[in-house]
């Protein structure tokens, strides 16, 4: 699969149950399915991560899960960020700045694992280590009930994988306008959302961020990752997991889920939703 190729066809079968005395009723179709591709990360020449992805947006995706994971924390810490030298699409290539290299010695010692799309934090002391770069969400923004459910709908609207293979993850972020500032889809939550924050995150644009819709469950790694992009609100299509929960009370988030077609389900933070 070639670069920014996000889907494959496939030749199928459906079957459907008959009428009791015509048995199954068999039917060939092809089928439209998300792609998914091994994805390297490599920091100074050396393998940091390998992440099962969707083709496309690799310099995005590698600048997001640099700052979720505490390697950047501005895009002047990348000295050079890019595909590598032979252009293959499924390498990124980073080069630290020496000053920040020399801040983090103890997490590039962190690499050479492998995330899967559904894979995250793994050890205690991988937690302890994420928790110490993490701050609190400052106070002040709010938005009104009507208008998390009009951010909500914008994300199925922006979908267009979903929609064709139902195998894939979306993450959109919104300003305090409620204006989309960034949206991005791939076969995994995490991917999705490191991509979403990379795209404001290089172009300078983080900082206006305010609200974060995502098409999954919150989980404690896209606590996580929405943390160190400082996005205080949090909507998700599906109840957060309990350690997420516990994550965004200490840091003083909003994680709110939608139940049924006009109902909301503010988990912590219910300081920034405006009820009448």
Not at 133 to 141: M, S
Not at 185 to 212: C, P, Q, W, Y
Not at 222 to 234: E, F, H, W
Not at 265 to 275: L, P
Request: proline share 4%; charged share 25%; aromatic share 6%.
């Amino acid at each position: 699969m070639s670069a920014g190729k996000n889907t494959k066809f496939y030749q199928t079968l459906r079957c459907e149950t008959g009428d009791g005395r015509t048995g199954t009723l068999d039917q060939t179709m092809d089928l439209e399915l998300i792609g998914e591709e091994p994805f390297l990360i490599r920091i100074d020449d050396k393998d940091y991560s390998v992440v099962m992805r969707t083709p496309g947006e690799e310099v995005f995706h590698a600048a997001g899960f640099c700052l979720g994971e505490g390697i950047a924390d501005t895009p002047d810490d990348f000295k050079t960020i890019g595909y590598d030298k032979d252009l293959d699409p499924n390498i990124i290539d980073i080069w630290l700045k020496p000053e920040r290299r020399e801040k983090i010695p103890h997490l590039l010692e962190r690499r050479g694992f492998v995330s899967q799309t559904s894979c995250g934090i793994c050890g205690k002391e991988m937690m302890k280590e994420l928790n110490q770069i993490l701050t609190p969400a400052e106070n002040g923004f709010e938005v009104e009930i009507n208008h998390v459910f009009d951010c909500i709908g914008k994300l199925s609207k922006n979908q267009k994988y979903y929609q064709r293979t139902r195998g894939s993850h979306a993450a959109i972020i919104f300003d305090d306008q409620l204006q989309a500032i960034s949206f991005a889809e791939d076969v995994g939550r995490h991917n999705a959302l490191d991509k979403a924050i990379g795209k404001i995150f290089m172009d300078g644009t983080l900082s206006d961020a305010s609200i974060l819709v995502l098409s999954s469950r919150i989980s404690y790694e896209l606590v996580q990752k929405a943390a160190r992009a400082r996005l205080p609100v949090m909507i998700s299509n599906s109840r957060p997991t309990s350690l997420a929960v516990e994550m965004g009370q200490a840091l003083n988030m909003t994680l709110a889920f939608p139940v049924e077609e006009s109902g909301l389900i503010i988990v912590c933070g219910e300081n920034r939703i405006k009820r009448r």
